[in-house]
């Protein structure tokens, strides 16, 4: 029995800087699924990530694990949907890498053991753990892009959105990220 989409678009427009960007995308990803978005500079594909989270204004149809992104509340997506911006700054809110890590966990009304239980485990998987107590500004542009991640993980998102993962990583970080990725896929997750 196939599951649903976890994505699905239909006729989806969208435009940027007064310019069609998206023009007529139908698409779909699964659970279990890991799909690279993959074109030149300016092709669409941060503002498709984009619209997918509720960020960009758009035409057609966009539905996000059933729900209507057009008429739901970017905090409600994001309950269920994980995002990584372009910019790791662009993502960085609080003063130290674990209370980073913890944001969204603690966002969404987390108890403290149980957010300690989730995010240390994250940290150590992406080679962050030692850095706990550092502001995430004195991190490297490689480290900070990790600490997305990780910061959107420990809420256990259905479906992960991530512009760029793979910026700023050595080769060792890039295996380390896979394995990850590969880790959430066999839980069940949609990956783009």
Do not use: W
């Not at 007529?24 to 890991?34: L, Q, R, T």
């Not at 500079?41 to 758009?58: A, E, P």
């Not at 994250?122 to 962050?128: D, K, N, P, S």
């Amino acid at each position: 029995k196939l599951r649903p989409p976890a994505v699905e678009v239909a006729g989806l427009r969208a435009s940027y800087d007064g310019k069609e960007a998206l023009h007529g995308i139908d698409f779909k990803a699964y659970p279990s699924e890991i799909v690279g978005i993959i074109g030149p500079n300016g092709s669409g594909k941060t503002t498709f990530l984009n619209v997918l989270m509720g960020l960009h204004i758009f035409s057609g149809k966009v539905a996000v694990l059933g729900r209507d992104v057009a008429v739901s509340k970017v905090s409600s997506l994001a309950r269920r949907s994980g995002f990584v911006f372009q910019n790791p700054n662009h993502q960085i809110f609080e003063k130290t890498v674990y209370d980073e890590a913890a944001f969204a966990l603690r966002n969404f009304g987390s108890g403290e053991g149980d957010t300690r239980a989730a995010v240390q485990p994250a940290l150590e998987r992406f080679g962050l753990s030692s850095y706990s107590k550092k502001h995430p500004l004195g991190i490297s542009f490689g480290e900070k892009r990790r600490l997305n991640i990780c910061s959107i993980l420990p809420h256990g998102p259905s479906v992960i959105f991530m512009d760029e993962p793979f910026v700023g990583q050595d080769y060792a970080n890039v295996t380390r990220m896979c394995e990850e990725l590969l880790r959430l896929k066999k839980e069940g997750k949609a990956i783009l």
